[in-house]
């Protein structure tokens, strides 16, 4: 089992920048793909991004591709989500979750069922 803890959320006017990051602990973490979700109040929980395990393919929702960058650092056990140029609309918890198989190749996991750990969630307020 992977813990996870998000931090770097906060309250930002539009256009400007954040970034999360999402510790792990747990023998595996770096063995997992990797991704945000956010929730907003009465919508259900959506994808954001994701990264295999090993760094080497990202993938993204549409309404962030090319705002937001996802990383990760296996050796410090991080996970990082650049938000540049935020909207309004960005505005949510953002959750950090890890897949529940190891070493997966797969680039693509978006329904949050695979995923099997999660983070308490990180607010992010987007001010017009």
């Known amino acids: 089992q992977v813990q996870l803890e998000e931090s770097g959320g906060g309250l930002v006017q539009a256009g400007d920048s954040l970034t999360l990051t999402c510790v792990g602990s747990g023998r595996t973490f770096d063995s997992r793909t990797m991704a945000w979700f956010r929730q907003s109040p009465g919508k259900e929980r959506e994808f954001v991004a994701g990264?295999?395990?090993?760094?080497?393919?990202?993938y993204y929702a549409e309404s962030v591709k090319g705002r937001f960058t996802i990383s990760r650092d296996n050796a410090k056990s991080m996970v990082y989500l650049r938000m540049d140029n935020l909207k309004p609309e960005d505005t949510a918890i953002y959750y950090c979750?890890?897949?529940?198989?190891?070493?997966?190749?797969?680039?693509?996991?978006?329904?949050?069922?695979?995923?099997?750990?999660w983070g308490q969630g990180t607010q992010v307020t987007v001010s017009s």
């Open positions: 979750a890890a897949h529940k198989s190891p070493r997966s190749y797969y680039v693509g996991y978006t329904f949050p069922s695979v995923f099997s750990s």
């Open positions: 990264i295999i395990w090993t760094g080497g393919s990202t």
